[in-house]
């Protein structure tokens, strides 16, 4: 199995940006397609942003397209999710997620996902 630890989380601006990193140990990273999720207080975890596990592949849910990317590093078994243009309602905690795959697909559902970060937290005032 994989283990995942998320890192960057803070408390910034409206307007502010933020590098979230996910370090993986355990497997070879470059088998795994990852996630990021977040969950904001009361309400259910969703998707953000997917990446391939090549990394040739990413997927953004709507409100970030444009102001979030995603992306990883195989050789230092990393993940990232670089936000810029941060908003209020971005305030949540955000999960990276593993997913062991054959495939060069990307996953939108936490329930494709195997393997899970503890969280860091992201506030963002107005």
């Known amino acids: 199995q994989v283990q995942l630890v998320e890192s960057g989380g803070g408390l910034v601006q409206t307007g502010d940006s933020l590098r979230l990193s996910c370090a993986a140990s355990?497997?070879?990273?470059?088998?795994?397609?990852m996630g990021w999720f977040r969950q904001a207080p009361g309400k259910e975890r969703e998707f953000v942003a997917a990446?391939?596990?090549?990394?040739?592949?990413?997927y953004y849910r709507d409100s970030v397209k444009g102001r979030f990317t995603i992306s990883r590093d195989n050789a230092e078994n990393a993940g990232y999710l670089h936000m810029n243009s941060l908003k209020p309602e971005d305030t949540a905690v955000y999960y990276c997620a593993a997913k062991r795959v054959l495939s060069t697909g990307v996953f939108t559902s936490t329930s494709g996902y195997d393997y899970w970060g503890q969280g860091t937290q992201v506030t963002v005032s107005s």
């Open positions: 990446i391939s596990r090549s990394g040739s592949t990413t």
């Open positions: 355990g497997r070879t990273f470059s088998n795994y397609a």
